[in-house]
């Protein structure tokens, strides 16, 4: 079994920063794709940014410019760096894994969420 869990979620005011963490652990052979979604009451969960195993990343037109997705293999963590908020980032952000448990055997892994709130 393989858990997800974010932290570094919290109140800031717009223009303010936030730095989200997700370390992965358990029966863990290889991460592939490492992402962030964000997801608000009544709405579908939708990517945030995204980066593959060789560090290629990729980000929703909204956030580019202003968050920076990294990880660190070492540690099997993703993080997100979040400047410049504004209140529409407010949301519950997720951490997203494709997880090898074995060579030939891939499962994707949610973590279970953190709130980041954004006061105008």
């Known amino acids: 079994q393989v858990h997800l869990m974010e932290s570094g979620g919290g109140l800031v005011h717009a223009g303010g920063s936030l730095r989200l963490s997700c370390a992965a652990s358990?029966?863990?052979?290889?991460?592939?794709?490492m992402a962030w979604y964000r997801q608000t009451p009544g709405k579908p969960r939708r990517l945030v940014a995204h980066?593959?195993?060789?560090?290629?990343?990729r980000y929703e037109d909204s956030v580019k410019g202003r968050f920076t997705i990294s990880r660190d293999n070492a540690k099997n963590a993703v993080y997100l760096q979040m400047m410049r908020l504004k209140p529409e980032d407010t949301a519950v952000y997720y951490c997203?894994?494709?997880?090898?448990?074995?060579?030939?055997?891939?499962?994707?892994?949610w973590g279970r969420g953190t709130q980041v709130n954004v006061s105008s």
């Open positions: 997203h894994a494709g997880v090898q448990t074995g060579p030939n055997y891939e499962s994707e892994y």
């Open positions: 358990g029966d863990i052979f290889r991460i592939n794709d």
């Open positions: 980066v593959t195993s060789g560090g290629m990343t």
